[in-house]
């Protein structure tokens, strides 16, 4: 599986972006897929997740109310979109996927950058105050 995010730039806070992820390759629509933030001098965290099947999305605390994550399985493709950008958002984001055995694995797991084994190169989102 392969995947390319795009849709990230400079940005004003209180802005909006809509970052998209394209996979392809074999059975890439059938994957789960998350997105990941890594600010300059922190960790990659968590920010959204969503199942291939039933659509099931999850959110890390900071995104709730104002990311949305999508995707859109005919096309094999995925997206985020965030409004009320904050300068806190600055980072790199990245989309990936992963596969879970069952909806247990998942509600379980389902943060954990580890349990996706195919990743983005990543898209630039800068957001100044």
């Known amino acids: 599986v392969q995947l390319q995010a795009s849709g990230g730039g400079l940005v004003q806070a209180g802005d909006s972006l809509r970052l998209s992820c394209a996979a392809s390759?074999?059975?890439?629509?059938?994957?789960?897929m998350g997105w990941f933030r890594q600010a300059p001098g922190k960790e990659r965290e968590f920010v959204a997740a969503?199942?291939?099947?039933?659509?099931?999305?999850v959110y890390a605390d900071y995104a709730k109310g104002r990311f949305s994550i999508s995707r859109d399985n005919t096309k094999s493709m995925g997206f985020l979109e965030m409004n009320s950008l904050k300068p806190e958002d600055t980072g790199v984001y990245y989309c990936?996927?992963?596969?879970?055995?069952?909806?247990?694995?998942?509600?379980?797991?389902?943060?954990?950058?580890?349990?996706?084994?195919?990743w983005g190169q990543g898209t630039q989102v800068t957001v100044s105050s």
């Open positions: 990936a996927t992963g596969t879970f055995d069952n909806d247990f694995d998942w509600t379980r797991d389902n943060t954990n950058s580890r349990r996706y084994a195919y």
């Open positions: 969503i199942t291939w099947r039933s659509g099931r999305r």
């Open positions: 390759g074999r059975a890439a629509a059938t994957f789960a």
